[in-house]
């Protein structure tokens, strides 16, 4: 159960040793927190109250960080990569939406097993938006869970798809940019020291050259590019991806990578400073974001093109210093599939759907809640169904909406049946681990990731805390 009030949150952190009456609190000499208490802090900042909220995100942050549990950025790494000093392994980017603290603790008992630490944490604005979950949330979710089961160094926290509005920018190109410069400002004070820039909504493949066809979206890129080392923290240098082929869409081919990356060069140079560019390129090589579900209820065989993916990756290191390219859209492959993506030398792989399929389709989860996802989807985003869509299809793309008004519901499950969900995740996560062949890279991580500790911006219920 969650803190009723902030008086028992402040009383928590005394317990812990921590001084409450500074203007800036000393959380240095502060004790880790039972585990009762870091269920109670989760819950409360998944749950509770807005002030209640923000004051169990600002505390579990300050805690992790006196525990050695630092948000960090994979940049080092990824240039790692880019000169050769690993290879063979391909990162998980998993988007752990609505029951984030509990499929986050699934996530660090697998990689304790592993010895593995080469992993993201990564949520899209969407998401952020349809499970009523914005980054400080998520934010709190990934370290309390890390705190809970005893991780220790850099958690890697992930902005995916901070993507332009193709629409809205033709509308009004200004207020376009000025929205997901604000989105970035959150994310990055909330910790996502990786940032996805996609502007690949505004490829215009009627132009009449590829350069042209790219040339707004590397303008973009750019844009963005010089921002975020605008707003990043000092002694952190955020990591940041760029997008040159819609997932869902056309393949990506290596003419657009050299066109795309031509024009984003001449713009940052223009911009008369050093500023480091993007490490990473996301691509479009035969998946779907989700998989693609079929009238008769199976997903669709999916056709990647491994070879795309390892020429564009071979492009990426020997050409541009980038780690290579990103892959999306891939968490519902079968592991055979999965396994082969190593061996492509892609950088990223990006997963996401396949976790929220496994805990809606558990079957110790009680029919009762199945039937209230599904009753909501119906009843709430029955003008998002695709034309040709069946029920089968419609509640396959579109449950995962229904996070916004079930996390209290996966909260309140019985221990017993949240504990099987969580092993069976577990087992999804070793498994993804294994096929990623990211298994004993805890000094891999360590050797080739800054720890810059940064301490989360200050609750403004504090004043009022301190004089009690």
């Known amino acids: 159960m969650g803190c009723s009030s902030l008086a028992e949150l402040a009383d928590d952190l005394r317990t812990l040793k921590v001084d409450l009456s500074a203007a800036s609190p000393d959380f240095s000499k502060a004790q880790r927190p039972p585990a009762e208490m870091i269920d109670r802090w989760a819950e409360t900042a998944a749950l509770a109250e807005p002030e209640a909220r923000a004051f169990a995100v600002w505390a579990i942050r300050q805690v992790a960080l006196v525990a050695g549990i630092v948000p960090a950025s994979v940049q080092e790494l990824y240039l790692a990569r880019a000169a050769g000093k690993w290879q063979g392994k391909t990162v998980p980017a998993m988007n752990l939406r609505g029951w984030t603290y509990h499929t986050c ?3 660090f008992r697998a990689a304790r097993e592993m010895d593995a630490k080469l992993f993201i944490f990564e949520q899209a604005v969407g998401e952020a938006i349809y499970a009523a979950q914005p980054p400080a949330e998520y934010t709190a979710g ?13 958690v890697f926290l992930q902005a995916d798809h901070d993507q332009v509005n193709a629409s809205a920018y033709l509308r009004d190109s200004a207020a376009e940019i000025r929205r997901l410069e604000g989105i970035m400002r959150e994310q990055v004070a909330a910790g996502f020291y990786s940032i996805d820039i996609d502007a690949s909504t505004v490829v215009d493949l009627s132009l009449p050259t590829v350069r042209e066809q790219q040339r707004l979206n590397a303008e973009l890129t750019a844009h963005f590019t010089q921002f975020v080392r605008g707003i990043e923290p000092d002694g952190v240098t955020i990591s940041l991806g760029a997008e040159i082929g819609e997932v869902g869409h056309e393949n990506t081919t290596p003419e657009e990578l050299h066109e795309f990356m ?11 400073k050093a500023l480091a560019p993007v490490s990473k390129i996301s691509i479009n090589s035969g998946t779907y974001h989700g998989g693609k579900m079929q009238p008769d209820g199976k997903l669709a065989d999916v056709n990647v093109d491994y070879e795309l993916l390892k020429t564009i990756s071979d492009i990426c290191r020997a050409e541009f210093g980038m780690g290579g390219a990103v892959q999306h859209g891939a968490s519902t492959l079968p592991g055979h599939q999965l396994a082969k993506f190593p061996g492509t030398g892609a950088i990223e792989i990006h997963l996401a759907l396949g976790f929220t399929n496994l805990i809606f389709d558990h079957p110790k989860l009680p029919k009762a809640i199945a039937g209230e996802i599904r009753d909501y989807t119906f009843a709430h985003h029955a003008n998002e169904r695709q034309q040709g869509e069946n029920d089968l299809q419609f509640l396959y793309n579109t449950r995962k909406k229904a996070w916004k008004v079930m996390k209290a519901r996966f909260w309140a499950l019985p221990e017993p049946i949240g504990e099987e969900v969580m092993a069976s995740l577990q087992g999804m996560f070793r498994n993804m681990f294994t096929w990623m062949n990211v298994g004993d890279t805890s000094q891999l991580v360590l050797d080739n990731a800054s720890l810059t500790k940064i301490a989360p911006p200050l609750p403004d219920t504090l004043d009022r805390i301190a004089a009690e």
């Open 262 to 272: 031509a024009v984003y060069r001449e713009e940052l140079a223009a911009r008369g």
């Open 142 to 154: 990934v370290l309390a869970a890390a705190l809970r089961e005893g991780h220790q160094g850099p």
């Open 105 to 107: 603790r699934a996530v």
